[in-house]
Nanobody, 128 residues
Framework: QVHLVESGGGLVQAGGSLRLSCAVSGGTFSSYIMGWFRQAPGKEREFVVA????????YYATSVRGRFTISRDNAKNTVYLQMNRLTLEDTADYYC?????????????????????WGQGTEVTVSS
């Protein structure tokens, strides 16, 4: 069983920054594609970014490219999301997820149904 725990959410002013973390236990973290998704009130959960197992490649949603950066530390079984230049539209619950299926490619990292383990989410609120 794979367990994911997000942290780092909070309240930040527009233009500010936050860094989210997702600690993963169980299984083989270094073999997973990891993703971040978010869900704003009244909206569907949407893809934010994914990173391949080694950390060499990432796939960003257009809305966050250039502002958000994903990274991972396989020695610490942790994936990070650095969020800069936050806007009101970034307000949401942020979830990390693990795709544990062997052989998956980062090119399909935006597919929510590929992810089989999810964290409980961390709330990010951007104020004006």
């Amino acid at each position: 069983q794979v367990h994911l725990v997000e942290s780092g959410g909070g309240l930040v002013q527009a233009g500010g920054s936050l860094r989210l973390s997702c600690a993963v236990s169980g299984g083989t973290f270094s073999s997973y594609i990891m993703g971040w998704f978010r869900q704003a009130p009244g909206k569907e959960r949407e893809f934010v970014v994914a990173i391949n197992h080694s950390g060499e490649f990432a796939y960003y949603a257009t809305s966050v490219r250039g502002r958000f950066t994903i990274s991972r530390d396989n020695a610490k079984n942790t994936v990070y999301l650095q969020m800069n230049r936050l806007t009101l539209e970034d307000t949401a619950d942020y979830y990390c997820a693990a795709d544990t299926t062997p052989g998956q490619t980062i090119l399909t990292g935006n597919r929510i149904n590929n992810y089989d383990y999810w964290g409980q989410g961390t709330e990010v609120t951007v104020s004006s």
